[in-house]
């Protein structure tokens, strides 16, 4: 069946760069995607890749596809407190043959001062 | 825009007692919507999706259930509420390019 995985903790030193690694089963998933979610709130989405494409970069956020090897990653440069939270791949279930996504158990990112 | 929101915020039921957590999306018409609980521990578990006005399918087998009476209107329910019912209850809508975005969520006790 369908699997995301990810590693769950990584701790940072703030000013740093943490990368976020996910591994994914589907290989025909045509979106991936990358959500935060901070403590007690939603998961806020910041990011996604489509299928074709091998890197996509937004300001701090560096996302990697390895679609031979069905692996994405997450790299947020400079690193800030702020940037503490659980970090969520997701992709489309079933090839995006239905609705659904299918979310990795998430990474918790500690960024130490 | 957008909008998503999610009622109550914060919930302490007693066991046994019923429950009705209710959803609503602003700003477009027809979503899908999605109900998820995140347990203690992150994991995310899709309970219920719905492509429309009284269409509702279920992902797990569980004393919950589902309802969307109106277009952008989605509601989470329970007649006996259990111990493990307790979690974060999060609704989403999914947008363009299959994103899902998420509501505030609901944190649910059962005591």
């Known amino acids: 069946g369908e699997d995301v995985e990810q590693s769950l903790f990584l701790s940072v030193r703030e000013g740093d760069s943490s990368v976020i690694n996910c591994t994914y089963t589907?290989?025909?998933?045509?979106?991936l995607y990358w959500y935060k979610q901070e403590p007690g709130a939603g998961l806020q989405l910041l990011t996604y890749?489509?299928?074709?494409?091998d890197m996509k970069q937004d300001q701090r956020l560096t996302v990697l596809l390895n679609k031979k090897d069905k692996h994405l990653s997450l790299r947020i440069a400079d690193t800030q407190t702020g940037d503490s939270a659980i970090y969520f791949c997701?992709?489309?279930?079933?090839?995006?043959?239905?609705?659904?996504?299918?979310f990795g158990t998430g990474t918790l990112l500690a960024v130490q001062p | 825009s957008q909008t998503i929101h999610q009622w109550p915020a914060t919930l302490v039921q007693p066991v046994g007692s019923p429950l009705s957590l209710e959803c609503t999306v602003e700003?477009?018409?027809?979503?899908?919507l999605y109900w998820y609980r995140q347990a203690a521990g992150r994991g995310l578990q899709l309970l219920f999706y719905?492509?429309?006005?009284?269409?509702i399918s279920s992902e797990v087998p569980q004393n919950l259930s589902a309802s969307r009476p109106q277009d952008r209107q989605f509601i989470l329910s329970s007649k006996k509420l259990l111990l493990s019912d307790s979690g974060f209850y999060l609704c989403?809508?999914?947008?363009?390019?299959?994103?899902?975005?998420f509501g505030p969520g609901t944190r649910l006790t059962v005591l």
């Open positions: 890749i489509f299928s074709n494409m």
């Open positions: 997701a992709e489309k279930a079933n090839g995006g043959a239905t609705n659904k996504l299918i």
């Open positions: 589907d290989s025909s998933s045509t979106y």
């Open positions: 700003g477009t018409s027809n979503p899908n």
């Open positions: 719905s492509v429309g006005i009284g269409q």
């Open positions: 989403a809508w999914m947008g363009l390019r299959d994103t899902q975005y």
